[in-house]
């Protein structure tokens, strides 16, 4: 529905239901996610870098006038123009596409039991672009 893709929180659940019926005894539902996720990451990439010149907000703001921020690597909040936002989302996500941890590497390894709490946290960061 609709509703699901409103809200990046749900990435989860809509990614697990893609895997349901005909198809779920060959698709592991983990592995659909991660293929999914490193979709919207490849493409976020590659609209950002096309126009990443044209990026010139200082803040990066939504709806309602929020304001979003990054976070340094000790967890403070900082409040940069959109494109080191959109730079720090990317940074961010790239690192934990990359954890091993997160995306095993090779085929019949087994995902962390925190993966779908990356999941989500990569879309939504990733759809706030």
Known sequence: SDE???SPCQCSTLFASMGSGENSGFIDEKELMATHVLGLFE?????FEAIQDLCCCQTMSGPGNMVFVAQDSRGKKLKVSAKNY??????QSFDTIRSRHYFP????ESFSSGF?????????????C
């Not at 493409?43 to 609209?47: A, K, L, M, V, W």
């Open 4 to 6: 699901s893709l409103a």
């Open 43 to 47: 493409n976020t990439f590659s609209i």
């Open 86 to 91: 959109i730079l720090s989302v990317l940074s």
């Open 105 to 108: 590497a090779r085929y019949g």
């Open 116 to 128: 779908e709490v990356k999941v989500a946290e990569i879309c939504r960061n990733l759809l706030q």
